[in-house]
């Protein structure tokens, strides 16, 4: 069971900076569209919505290590 929980944790590990990665640049990318939409609305809502995903796809990568934490107590890995 230590080796399952080992490998659950270097592939949450793994996946936590993948993704943080793609967080960052998805950030930059919805800063770089809300910058450039010079007031048109339409521009605007792509550019708020980037950012919220990019917000969401942050809480994800911040919660997949706890996440990770109850699956492995759940399998017995907490003892």
Do not use: K, Y
């Not at 490998?7 to 960052?24: C, D, P």
């Not at 990318?29 to 792509?46: D, K, S």
């Amino acid at each position: 069971m230590a080796a399952l929980n080992g490998l659950l944790e270097n592939v949450v590990t793994g996946l936590r900076l993948i993704g943080g990665t793609i967080v960052i640049g998805a950030l930059i990318w919805a800063g770089i569209l809300w910058m450039t939409a010079a007031g048109n609305p339409r521009q605007l809502e792509t550019a708020r919505s980037a950012l919220i995903g990019a917000l969401v796809g942050f809480a994800i990568v911040v919660g997949a290590q706890p996440l990770a934490g109850i699956i492995t107590g759940a399998l017995g890995g907490g003892q």
